[in-house]
């Protein structure tokens, strides 16, 4: 039983995995995006409202589905003072229980909430205001939901996790989240021969 529940969470995991490199290539498609739309308005005084507007939306995406990834990777905001000074076990047993009780259903909340005003864009066929905006503004606004139940998803991966941890030895060891495993970004100096 507890192979297949760490089988489950980590195939949830695997899935925010690849969502959360899909957002990295969307953060470098955003800044050659900026760094293009500065370089045509100042140097051949050219600019497009439409690739300005793009700007925005790309910043949508990598907002709802990297809040998934740095859920996943550990990386999000905790308040709680006493947090660290918890065993692991309490920590997993508290993390579960806070995965399941409220970072899934508020998630499922928030998302079933957007639904409706996604809805409302896809009838209107909301686009830009602007001249030569971009169509389609609904497609942007429905990564809301999309995002949120990503979130969902990663919490439900965290609550499993987390509940079958609280039953080994040691849980930090064995059941920690996936880690980026990125080595340093300069290799170490090598010490200098002597002669």
């Not at 990297?66 to 047993?93: C, I, N």
């Not at 942007?140 to 039953?167: N, S, Y």
Request: a positive charge; hydrophobic letters at 50%.
């Amino acid at each position: 039983m507890k192979t297949a529940i760490l089988e489950l969470a980590r195939s949830l995991d695997r899935g925010v995995g690849l969502i959360g490199r899909l957002s990295a290539w969307l953060t470098l498609g955003l800044v050659l995006l900026v760094a293009g739309n500065v370089l045509f308005r100042y140097v051949f005084h050219v600019s497009s409202v439409g690739l300005q507007e793009l700007e925005w939306h790309l910043l949508a995406l990598i907002a709802m589905l990297g809040s998934v990834y740095t859920l996943q990777q550990d990386e999000h905001v905790r308040v709680d003072v006493l947090w660290q000074r918890y065993p692991p076990r309490l920590r997993r047993a508290f993390g579960s229980v806070i995965a399941a009780a409220i970072i899934v259903p508020m998630a499922l909340w928030l998302g079933w909430l957007s639904v409706d005003y996604v809805t409302k864009s896809f009838h209107m066929g909301e686009g830009s205001p602007d001249p030569g905006g971009l169509s389609h503004r609904f497609l942007v606004k429905a990564v809301i939901p999309v995002g949120f139940v990503l979130i969902a998803i990663q919490g439900l991966a965290m609550a499993l996790r987390d509940a079958v941890a609280v039953f080994v030895p040691d849980p930090d060891a064995v059941f920690a989240p996936p880690r980026r495993t990125a080595g340093p970004v300069m290799p170490p100096e090598q010490p200098a021969p002597t002669q």
